[in-house]
């Protein structure tokens, strides 16, 4: 690729992934309404507000791949996850549309599917089950993906990332981690593959612990290489395994279902 477009490039995913796929073209355009730091030779800063379709469409021109991570990052109001997440994403998906539709890697996530109990192993193939209304909105993302791809042969790889986390922080994790290396490598997967389509792929590292079956995009040669276990006694003394009885130990969205819908956005990120 010339140029591939990064949004939501100074969180904690996007700082992750520009570490380690500067490689992956001539230019990485990189593109947050955060400030950005670190500009490495090779990047193109460009701030943009997802709403402004304007903005956008000028963001996405001349760009051959876009590894979407911009919007709102887990539960807040409904406002707010309108305007970041739906709205947002549409402006991306018409201006990709109107440049050349270049190849997406949209970062959905596993809250579209955090009323499914943790003792099932799912596909991509069943029904979603979201927990609040970020996974509403990711379940909105992939509807706006796939009949991207159908009217308009716009190719999309859907993530449903699990905890995309330098390690796993509670026993929970444990099943859904996915590592920054192993994120990074799908990355070049997803751009690499000769045919791509508009595939959902469960967004976990090679965890012992399993709740999702992505043998539906075994076809892109994705072999993720790193293993939660390791964390495993660290996490069952501290900080503990949750009570039996607890959405934690219940629910794969974990405390996620608990939360109220909010009239005023939270003080802090939901986990």
């Known amino acids: 690729m010339k140029r591939l477009l990064i949004t939501g490039a100074a969180g904690s995913m996007g700082m992750a992934m520009r570490q380690r796929l500067g490689h992956l073209a001539e230019t990485i355009r990189v593109s947050d309404i955060t400030p950005l730091t670190a500009i490495a030779p090779n990047e193109e800063p460009v701030s943009c507000d997802l709403m402004d379709a304007d903005g956008v469409m000028r963001m996405v021109e001349g760009c051959d791949g876009i590894l979407h991570f911009g919007g709102i990052p887990s539960e807040n109001t409904f406002d707010s996850i309108l ?31 955090g009323f499914y109990r943790q003792d099932q192993l799912i596909s991509v193939d069943q029904p979603t089950k979201p927990d609040g209304l970020y996974g509403v909105s990711k379940c909105f993302g992939e509807a706006l993906a796939q009949m991207y791809f159908h009217k308009f042969g716009q190719e999309t790889a859907i993530v449903r990332i699990g905890a995309c986390w330098p390690k796993p922080t509670t026993v929970r994790m444990l099943a859904i981690w996915l590592s920054f290396d192993d994120m990074a490598s799908l990355t070049e997967r997803v751009f690499k593959a000769p045919y791509l389509g508009c595939p959902t792929i469960w967004g976990v590292s090679d965890n012992q612990t399993k709740w999702w079956d992505n043998s539906a995009s075994a076809y892109l040669g994705w072999k993720p290489k790193d293993n939660s276990e390791t964390y495993r006694a660290e996490l ?29 956005p939270p003080r802090s990120p939901i986990r």
């Open 83 to 113: 305007e970041a997440n739906i709205r947002g994403l549409y402006n991306l998906y018409e201006a990709a549309r109107k440049h050349g539709k270049p190849r997406i890697l949209f970062a959905s996530s596993n809250h579209t599917v």
């Open 236 to 264: 069952e003394r501290s900080p503990g395994i949750p009570d039996k009885d607890s959405s934690h130990a219940k629910w794969q969205g974990g405390g996620f279902v608990d939360e109220p819908i909010y009239i005023e």
